[in-house]
């Protein structure tokens, strides 16, 4: 079955770095466009940043650009998002996600990771 699995989450100063990894099993990972989402307690899944299936582009929500960079190595089915700077606002739960097409809204990745925390303390 498919799998999308998170890692690298945890707590971190503001103004530090963080890098998480989704490692993807049970799709043909070089097919998909990939992207991180964000959610807080009580708030629908945010766009965080995406990337396409042959990592040639990337595309940002403008609260994360300049900061946030999201890479992929198709060779070892993962994507990478690589967070500096980060700010107490950046606090949620991270997943990654699969999708057919290039695409924003959450409706359009048909397979999601658990999620994991990062928390930013001020």
């Known amino acids: 079955q498919v799998q999308l699995v998170e890692s690298g989450g945890g707590l971190v100063q503001a103004g530090g770095s963080l890098r998480l990894s989704c490692a993807a099993s049970g799709i043909t990972f070089s097919r998909y466009d990939m992207g991180w989402f964000r959610q807080t307690r009580g708030k629908g899944r945010e766009f965080v940043g995406g990337i396409t299936r042959s990592g040639t582009t990337t595309f940002y929500a403008d609260s994360v650009k300049g900061r946030f960079t999201i890479s992929r190595d198709n060779a070892k089915n993962t994507v990478y998002l690589q967070m500096n700077s980060l700010l107490p606002e950046d606090t949620a739960v991270y997943y990654c996600?699969?999708?057919?097409?290039?695409?924003?809204?959450?409706?359009?990745?048909?397979?999601w990771g658990q999620g994991t925390q990062v928390t930013v303390s001020s």
């Open positions: 996600a699969a999708s057919p097409s290039t695409a924003v809204g959450p409706s359009s990745y048909d397979y």
